[in-house]
């Protein structure tokens, strides 16, 4: 049976599309065919590269599905209420989500900034990974700030996910300094007694601008678990 594997952010801009890539390099590199789905691109204009287009650079030929993008940097319902466009409803986006599922054997669903960002009129990452089929393994991912603040933004995402019924099966680092402070060192050891969930990996900062195939090559090693 596929499974499903939610890749969320304690806010924007923390990693969630190098997380994504290097998970999916992995599957891929254990011969399993991998979908990656991005329910809602903003900020990229509809020929320029979006999030999707660096996940297929670094991890290599995996399917990428972008059911709506938008120009503006904003959460999606209010881009696409820029923009004076429609998003694609709930039942649409878990249609894709359904489809991706049944021709593959994983499914990355990268959101949108926070997991509480609104990817469609009244409903958010949370409501979509909780519409799918119960019979579906769905799990999910938080990727957090190594810095400043994590601790506290990434208790609040593990509780909202729990309140919503969602499994979290690990917390990653986004971007791992090379030379980590004082402040990281401690949150990386404090993050999993605090949320609950263990520390699944670290992905080192800087790690976009490797070869792709050393990335690929390498990625499985920034991962203690899999999700």
Do not use: I
Not at 47 to 57: A, M, Q, S, Y
Not at 173 to 198: C, F, H, I, Q, Y
């Amino acid at each position: 049976m596929s499974r499903v594997v939610v890749v969320t952010g304690t806010d924007t801009d923390v990693g969630k599309t190098v997380v994504t890539a290097a998970l999916a390099a992995v599957y891929a590199g254990q011969g399993r065919s991998v979908c990656v789905v991005k329910p809602a691109q903003t900020g990229v204009a509809a020929h320029e590269p979006g999030d999707l287009t660096e996940v297929r650079r670094l991890a290599g030929p995996v399917t990428t599905v972008e059911p709506v993008r938008l120009p503006d940097p904003l959460a999606p319902d209010l881009a696409a209420r820029v923009a004076g466009v429609a998003l694609p409803g709930l039942d649409e986006q878990r249609r894709v989500l359904a489809e991706a599922a049944a021709s593959h054997d994983v499914v990355l669903v990268e959101g949108a900034g926070g997991v509480t960002v609104r990817l469609g009129e009244g409903w958010s990452l949370l409501e979509l990974a909780g519409s799918l089929d119960p019979a579906l393994p769905v799990g999910v991912v938080v990727v957090a700030r190594a810095g400043l603040g994590t601790l506290n933004h990434s208790v609040l995402t593990v509780q909202a996910l729990r309140m919503s019924g969602l499994t979290v099966r690990g917390l990653v680092l986004g971007s791992w300094p090379a030379d980590p402070g004082l402040t990281e060192r401690l949150n990386r050891e404090e993050l999993p007694g605090l949320t609950g969930v263990p520390l699944l990996g670290a992905v080192p900062a800087g790690v976009p601008s490797l070869p792709p195939p050393e990335f690929r090559a390498r990625a499985a090693t920034w991962f203690a678990a899999l999700p």
